[in-house]
């Protein structure tokens, strides 16, 4: 009966499907490149402030979990025994289900790389981050370490059970499985949870990528939608996932947005009070420039050597002067006959 069934499930990857064959890759090429921004926004950062450490834990065990979910399920082990059978194409076109999940567990575990690679556990003396908060506001490098280790004893923890179950009982394979996609949607719902009060609590968006959320908001709500078109109603727990995550995630990028261009305007704001009053006249000259006659050179110096440069450039200034009337102490030219009665 079970090769059978693998038969005819070698026999419907065979029938190629050109238009679920075009749309799983562009939702492989998609989440890849979603995940791109957020990757270069914490290296040319050099720091992961701002990205909660338990929306970092939370992803990337809830990724783990999807993603041994789907190799174990009894379907994904058929595809891939499907291929000893199959072409190279239609081999890829009924993978790319298990290469969706691949790209976004590879992805995420990623960023909980650049995060332990880039975390700063005293960012306050940090001239090139001004916008950090004081240090209690930061997670402490013991948070940083307890999301290591618990993320990574959550995989050795799946890979262990799978070896386990998979070379001393295989029939339960399947409920393992199912374990691990529960699991991969629990942790999924509530992964935005501390990511939402750490952005809220900060008030700025910190290493945390507005463009790959831009990408994957809507994307989660197509992904959503697509599942609903071919599994309906009844597959509500598949789809509602997504339209939870999509959601929450949504809400996380109004909140960056938001305070994104509050710090902007804030910025335009300080700047602008920062500079000097300036009182232009119409000829141009300024009231905080000292002109080359000033008889108060001392009012426009911020110091004894940038008086003495005022007075160098006038003497200077006076020097080349060529208008008479306009040399200090001079009224006209000594040189010039002012006689009116020569013939």
């Known amino acids: 009966m079970e090769s059978l069934f693998s038969a005819d499930r070698c026999e419907k990857l065979r029938d190629l499907n050109v238009v679920n064959l075009i749309v799983s890759s562009v ?68 993978l790319l289900g298990i290469a969706q999940l691949g790209v976004q567990w590879i992805c995420f575990t990623f960023i909980f790389v650049l995060f332990l690679v880039f975390f700063r556990y005293n960012p306050a003396h940090d001239p090139d981050n001004e916008e950090l908060g004081e240090e209690e506001d930061q997670p402490r490098w013991q948070t940083a370490l307890l999301v290591a280790s618990l993320t990574l004893l959550h995989g050795l923890a799946v890979i262990l059970v799978t070896g386990i179950l998979s070379t001393l009982a295989k029939d339960h394979l399947e409920i393992w499985a199912n374990v691990l996609g529960v699991m991969a949607a629990l942790l999924a719902a509530v992964q935005y949870v501390p990511q939402i009060w750490t952005t809220y609590h900060l008030k700025h968006v910190g290493s ?40 929450m995630q949504g809400l996380l990028l109004y909140l960056a947005i938001y305070y994104e261009i509050q710090s902007r305007n804030g910025l335009v704001s300080s700047t602008i009070d920062s500079l000097p009053p300036s009182h232009l006249h119409a000829n141009g000259f300024d009231d905080d420039t000292p002109g080359r006659y000033t008889s108060h050179p001392e009012h426009y110096a911020n110091s004894p050597d940038h008086l003495q440069t005022i007075l160098d450039r006038q003497d200077s200034d006076a020097a080349a002067e060529t208008t008479p009337l306009l040399k200090p102490g001079g009224i006209g030219d000594p040189h010039r006959n002012f006689d009116t009665n020569r013939g």
């Not at 701002?50 to 994904?76: C, D, E, K």
């Open 27 to 94: 939702i492989v090429v998609g989440m890849l490149i979603s995940y791109l921004p957020q990757h270069f926004r914490i290296i040319s950062r050099g720091t992961s402030e701002g990205i909660s450490p338990y929306f970092i834990l939370l992803g990337t065990t809830s990724a783990t979990s999807a993603f041994a979910n789907i190799l174990l399920l009894p379907q994904s082990r058929q595809d891939v025994a499907c291929c000893k059978e199959l072409e190279t194409l239609h081999c890829v076109a009924g």
């Open 208 to 247: 945390l990528s507005i463009p790959m959320m831009c990408i994957q908001t809507p994307g989660g709500f197509l992904f959503a939608a697509s599942l609903f078109a071919r599994l309906g109603l009844a597959g509500w727990s598949s789809w509602g996932i997504f339209v939870l995550t999509a959601t």
